[in-house]
């Protein structure tokens, strides 16, 4: 039995700026950006193995869902099982979607996003490797997307670290 966590992000033109360094009194320049240009990135990790499952998509959608629900399923250890826990956005909660074999949908509580730790995987990531930038093109935006994605992944351990939640892993190594 694994348990994933699933969310995701809006990331684009429109992008975030965050705290830097600078010398006391002074105002450092920050890129900004005034167009829209978007995507969607639909991540879930597995907190007790260090991995996750991510997509970088135009649209945040039910087709999207169902991509992104197939290729966590691929991911899932082989012969294990996973227990998905994610939010009631519409795309999840439609009965268009087909749920793999190999896993089990729970909706967490509405308006409780605390309880989905993907929320700090996007925190981590905006702040580590995608705030502070402007996206010349949509394919940037979906480059520094999958950038910032494969490098979480190649850090197991910060996966585990934001990740793991007492609450949900009682019983388990």
């Not at 639909?42 to 991510?54: D, V, Y």
């Not at 009965?95 to 074999?101: D, F, K, N």
Request: glycine fraction near 6%; charged fraction near 20%; hydrophobic fraction near 40%.
């Amino acid at each position: 039995m694994e348990i994933w966590f699933q969310d995701e992000m809006r990331l684009g033109q429109k992008n975030g700026i965050v705290r830097q360094w600078a010398r006391r009194g002074s105002r450092p320049r920050q890129p900004a950006d005034q167009r829209y240009e978007s995507a969607y990135l639909f991540g879930a990790i597995c907190p007790a193995r260090g991995t996750g499952a991510a997509l970088a998509l135009p649209y945040a959608d039910t087709q999207a869902m169902q991509l992104h629900l197939d290729e966590i399923s691929s991911t899932v250890a082989r012969g294990a099982h996973a227990v998905l826990l994610l939010d009631r956005a519409g795309w999840h909660t439609t009965s268009s979607i087909v749920v793999p074999r190999n896993l089990t949908l729970i909706f967490l509580p509405s308006r409780a996003p605390e309880l989905n730790p993907v929320e700090n995987i996007w925190q981590y990531l905006r702040q580590t490797w995608l705030s502070n930038r402007v996206f010349d093109t949509y394919e940037a935006i979906i480059d520094a997307a999958c950038d910032a994605w494969n490098r979480l992944m190649a850090q197991p351990s910060a996966i585990t670290s934001i990740g793991r939640r007492d609450w949900a892993h009682v019983g388990q190594t």
